[in-house]
């Protein structure tokens, strides 16, 4: 099966982009290879900017050129941005209300081997928590691509979560995507499960499983953590009544947070989050951190069966 | 505008600066009242700039970073016609346009959002890169503080800058040698800030801040260098123009009460 990074898919989408809106600018702090801008870079150097490691004033650039009406997208690892630069994308960005594009990879477990430094567990629950801020982490490769269009239209700033690791397609070429309406990736009528990110290939891989043992369970792609999609995420739960939330990030502040926050308030659910359980990462291959931490497929259809099964 | 008109401007502008904060009850006074002869000249004699249309995309740019010295720049906007005079006293007051700290949203005619310090350079930067490379001709000023070339921020700002080599961009420092916690050479010393940014490929300018005639000069100067940006070092006192408030570091972050004001009202007529 064909496997792709949505880091990839991100730079393909970045290049075609630039070809299509001269005001799209790309910016990195010494991470262009790394972040895929290598095409956007030869193709349109008049509008590649490149700050050296300096993560800080990677966003403020990016600040003063949305400022004359350019599209910023301000590249690094997740680690250093939003990591480093959160109060800067407070006040230049979200409350200054400039439309860059924060686009981060190497973003959660899956960074593997460059161990617990380099994987961003908290971003989701730093960037969402802003105001004016629109949160999105597609699951593969297409939907990154066919995403960049779409964050460059969307006049608000926007925090772009990628992964470096390649994982299979979970689209293809005719998925819709839409910021703010999630995806259902596979129908069922026992339990719902809302994922983001890559993490969701373990997931559909699990409830494909569980289909054949006699438990439904239906996938929602929540690729758009913020605004979330309330009306998705209830139509499901009439149905199941039973919600279990994968992200590959803290199990604090990120998506399970995000539909807690929202059903806790509307229609109470028993409720499993799995993600990481407050504390730190490792070195290691991306999947035996996946399963270490409870993110892969076996581990993932354990974790619902049980949680079904005590419901 | 002739200097002497100038002057008296700035002698009113002083005034309306210490009642609009002993209004607003709290702020900064020290560096409003330093930077004054900066920003009256700035407004009336330098930046291309029209009130009724602040968004023009040929006006040249003012990016304020040090944002706690907002008060200058709200009295001189509204002595232009960005806003009536009486809206001054609504400052740091709920609704008001006029946030407690600069908010482009709120009032038009802000080119930013600061407060938090370091991060006013590079946002001049950017936008001085992106007129650049498009061959535009709009000016960008930045004005920053010294205190704030503490911020790791501001120093990322002027290599980049340097290596851009954007000559559209002209930055002035308030030096006033004074932070919130006490003199800065107490605090962190800077030293020479002149020496620091010729080492970084700079052009730099080195003028009496509070003398219109220099910041005239400077900014002429400053203009028709065409190969590199410049930083315009404006010694300046803080506190200017009433002799209980300059040079003391107390006066940073507060405001005069009626009775100060009284006092202070008395020296500048």
């Known amino acids: 099966m064909k496997k792709d990074s949505t880091r990839a898919g991100f730079g393909r989408g970045l290049a075609k982009l630039g070809e299509k809106n001269k005001n799209v600018y790309a910016l990195t702090a010494d991470l262009g290879?790394?972040?895929?801008?290598?095409?956007?870079?030869?193709?349109?150097?008049?509008?590649?900017?490149?700050?050296?490691?300096?993560?800080?004033n990677l966003v403020t650039v990016a600040s003063g050129l949305a400022h004359i009406g350019k599209i910023p997208f301000a590249t690094t690892f997740a680690v250093f941005s939003p990591g480093r630069t959160w109060e800067q994308i407070r006040t230049t960005i979200c409350y200054n209300n400039q439309p860059v594009k924060i686009c981060?990879?190497?973003?959660?477990?899956?960074?593997?081997?460059?161990?617990?430094?380099h994987q961003m567990l908290e971003d989701l629950a730093l960037m969402r928590?802003?105001?004016?801020?629109t949160v999105i982490q597609p699951c593969d490769g297409l939907e990154a691509e066919k995403a960049v269009e779409k964050i460059a239209n969307h006049e608000k700033p926007v925090y772009?979560?990628?992964?470096?690791?390649?994982?299979?397609?979970?689209?293809?070429?005719?998925?819709?995507?839409?910021?703010?309406?999630?995806?259902?990736?596979?129908?069922?009528?026992?339990?719902?499960?809302?994922?983001?990110?890559?993490v969701l290939v373990e997931s559909l891989e699990a409830a494909k499983e569980l289909e054949e043992e006699g438990l439904s369970v239906e996938v929602i792609n929540m690729h758009t953590l913020k605004p979330l999609d309330k009306k998705t995420i209830l139509k499901s739960i009439n149905k199941t009544d039973l919600v279990i939330t994968v992200e590959?990030?803290?199990?604090?502040?990120?998506?399970?947070?995000?539909?807690?926050?929202?059903?806790?308030?509307?229609?109470?659910?028993?409720?499993?989050?799995?993600?990481?359980?407050?504390?730190?990462?490792?070195?290691g291959s991306f999947e035996e951190l996946y399963d270490k931490y409870g993110l892969s497929k076996d581990k993932i259809k354990k974790s619902i069966k049980k949680f079904v099964e005590e419901a | 505008?002739?200097?002497?008109?100038?002057?008296?401007?700035?002698?009113?502008?002083?005034?309306?600066?210490?009642?609009?904060?002993?209004?607003?009850?709290?702020?900064?006074?020290?560096?409003?009242?330093?930077m004054t002869e900066v920003f009256t000249f700035l407004y009336n004699d330098f930046l291309k700039i029209n009130p009724k249309k602040p968004k023009d995309p040929k006006r040249d740019y003012l990016i304020l970073s040090n944002g706690h010295i907002c008060p200058i720049q709200y009295v001189v906007m509204s002595d232009k016609g960005f806003f009536p005079e009486k809206e001054?006293?609504?400052?740091?007051?709920?609704?008001?346009?006029?946030?407690?700290?600069?908010?482009?949203?709120?009032?038009?005619?802000?080119?930013t959002t600061s407060g938090p310090l370091g991060s006013g350079l590079s946002q001049a930067c950017g936008i001085a890169l992106g007129l650049k490379r498009d061959n535009k001709k709009n000016k960008v000023v930045c004005l920053t503080s010294d205190g704030e070339h503490e911020e790791g921020n501001t120093w990322e700002a002027i290599l980049f800058a340097a290596k851009y080599d954007l000559n559209n961009l002209i930055q002035i420092i308030d030096r006033n040698n004074i932070q919130i916690d006490g003199y800065t050479e107490d605090i962190m010393p800077l030293n020479s800030l002149s020496e620091k940014y010729k080492s970084f490929n700079w052009n730099v300018i080195e003028i009496d801040g509070n003398n219109i005639k220099q910041i005239e000069k400077a900014l002429i100067n400053a203009d028709k260098k065409k190969t590199k940006p410049t930083v315009i070092i404006a010694n300046t006192v803080p506190g200017k123009g009433v002799s209980f408030m300059e040079n003391k570091y107390e006066w940073h972050g507060k405001v005069p009460n009626d009775e100060e004001l009284k006092k202070a009202l008395e020296e500048l007529k």
Do not use: W
């Open chain 1, 33 to 56: 290879g790394s972040t895929n801008l290598t095409s956007f870079k030869k193709e349109f150097p008049e509008r590649f900017v490149q700050v050296g490691v300096a993560e800080q």
């Open chain 1, 104 to 117: 981060s990879t190497h973003s959660g477990l899956g960074v593997g081997e460059d161990g617990a430094t």
């Open chain 1, 129 to 133: 928590s802003l105001p004016n801020m």
């Open chain 1, 160 to 198: 772009f979560r990628l992964n470096r690791q390649k994982t299979s397609l979970l689209t293809n070429k005719k998925s819709s995507f839409e910021i703010g309406k999630a995806n259902i990736l596979k129908k069922g009528e026992h339990i719902t499960l809302i994922g983001i990110g890559p």
């Open chain 1, 248 to 283: 590959d990030h803290q199990v604090t502040g990120g998506l399970g947070s995000s539909v807690a926050e929202f059903l806790s308030q509307v229609k109470p659910t028993p409720m499993k989050m799995l993600g990481v359980e407050d504390t730190f990462g490792e070195s």
């Open chain 2, 1 to 34: 505008m002739k200097k002497k008109d100038l002057t008296k401007k700035c002698k009113d502008i002083r005034i309306k600066l210490l009642k609009t904060l002993n209004k607003a009850g709290s702020g900064h006074t020290a560096g409003p009242l330093g």
């Open chain 2, 88 to 111: 001054l006293y609504t400052l740091r007051k709920l609704n008001s346009r006029l946030q407690g700290h600069p908010h482009r949203e709120a009032l038009p005619g802000l080119e």
